[in-house]
């Protein structure tokens, strides 16, 4: 039995310049410099990637989808925050 | 939740699905849908992984460093192919630790077609363009499975799929056009390997279990027994078209089903490797975990260096 597992990671990759990095996974590692490492080997061997980011799992906090209720729903009444909700002339273009 | 509460949370999760909505981790979900997916998606991340050894036996002699190169690439490819799996199965909240254990202990199943023997280099043609093939078969419905990780999963692996099936057809083409010797061996591969693929696809739909209610989550799409004929009516002109003949003297074109009719399938063989009685099913524990063991202390150095040097980064900000 080994004493004590790999903590697992979250990686992220940006697959270009100009695009934000992307969630593509998960892997385990003993430290940030092999998550780093083998992210390189799991998740990017055909040039999917230009940059890695890893993060130990358990520093991130999620939402409860059992909350997307009081989360999410009060932004769904609000039509006002959208361009249609305003009435214009049609003479009125590009606006 | 009483009784009904959970029926009620059941009925909106199965119309979720129906809308083909995805399943995403923290949602509820029935544990019956938790377990199902943990068990086929765990088998199939250890069918991944166990299917490297049949295959990494010829790395060292392979014929070429063109085929040396492809195998090598293919080889670590199902080792990713394990690793996004294993991890899109943690995510159902179970631990690596517990699914290792279940490969180990032999709790869990994988493909039994990793439990034939790769005796010859056309082994690793038949296997690329028979085994990989049938996989990709299987593989393709499950880019839009309802599990979001799962779904994410496959769609990478199906990605890379596709060159294995193409270099293990280039090998088995390059033999069948070669000496006669060659041509040979890429036939003895062919009859060796043909009904194993065939099985690959599991068992008829008359024996099949659990198929109605993963047709539901999307787990399948297609039965058995379809995907099987998808396989051989793909699989034959590609065979005729190198010169090599399909093992099965029943095999004929059936006009009215615009198919081919194909011969009985030996599934006492079938379920005898399931049960643990294929040629290699002891060599394949045993190399698998061997590698496990003899790993540990490996595993134990990287942990404790990783600790070390956190403690003296730590010493250092006091
Ligand atoms: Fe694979
Ligand atoms: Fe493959």
Redesign the pocket.
């Known amino acids: 039995m080994s004493k004590k597992n790999w903590p697992i990671w979250e990686i992220f990759v940006r697959s270009k310049n100009g695009l934000e990095h992307r969630h593509f996974g998960s892997l385990h590692a003993a430290d940030a410099e092999m998550a780093l490492e083998n992210a390189r080997d799991v998740y990017t061997r055909r040039n999917e990637g230009v940059s890695i980011w890893v993060i130990e799992s358990k520093h991130i906090t999620a939402s409860n989808p059992d909350n997307n209720g009081e989360l999410f729903e009060p932004a769904q009444d609000k039509v006002y925050r959208h361009p249609t909700f305003y009435d214009l002339p049609d003479e009125v273009k590009h606006m | 939740m009483s009784k009904e509460q959970i029926k009620n949370l059941e009925t909106q999760f199965e119309a979720r699905i129906a809308r083909d909505e995805k399943i995403e981790p923290k949602d509820w979900m029935p544990e019956k849908y938790r377990k199902t997916h943990i068990r086929q998606m765990s088998q199939h991340a250890h069918s ?1 992984i166990v ?1 490297m050894l049949p295959e990494s036996n010829w790395i060292t002699r392979a014929p070429s460093l063109r085929r040396k190169v492809a195998l090598l690439a293919k080889v670590q ?2 080792a990713g ?1 394990g690793l996004y799996l294993y991890s899109a199965t943690e995510t159902l909240g179970i631990s690596r630790e517990e699914l290792y254990n279940q490969l180990h202990t032999g709790a869990a199943k994988y493909s039994s077609i990793f439990n034939y023997p790769t005796v010859t280099w056309a082994d690793m043609g038949a296997i690329g363009w028979l085994v ?1 093939g049938a ?1 990709i078969i299987n593989q393709v419905p499950l880019c839009s499975t309802s599990y979001g990780p799962y779904a994410r999963a496959m769609v990478r ?1 199906c990605k ?2 596709s060159f ?1 099936q193409r270099q293990g057809y280039e090998i088995m083409m390059k033999l069948a056009n070669g000496t006669m010797e060659q041509k040979d061996l890429a036939q003895d591969a062919l009859n060796r390997w043909w009904w194993p693929s065939l099985m690959m696809l599991g068992p008829t739909d008359a024996e099949s279990i659990h198929t109605e209610q993963s047709m539901k989550w999307k787990l399948k799409r297609k039965s058995n027994d379809d995907l099987r004929q998808q396989f051989i009516d793909q699989t034959v002109p590609q065979a005729e078209l190198i010169g090599l003949t399909i093992p099965d003297p029943d095999l004929k074109w059936n006009d009215e089903r615009g198919s081919y009719d194909y011969g009985k399938i030996n599934w006492e063989e079938f379920w005898q490797v399931v049960k643990g009685h294929g040629p290699c099913n002891k060599e394949r524990m045993r190399a698998r975990v061997g590698a496990w063991e003899e790993g540990e202390w490996v595993r134990d150095a990287a942990m404790a260096y990783a600790e070390k040097k956190q403690e003296r980064k730590e010493k250092q900000v006091v």
């Open positions: 991944e299917g490819d199902e192919h990989d996989a692996v890379e799929e294995h």
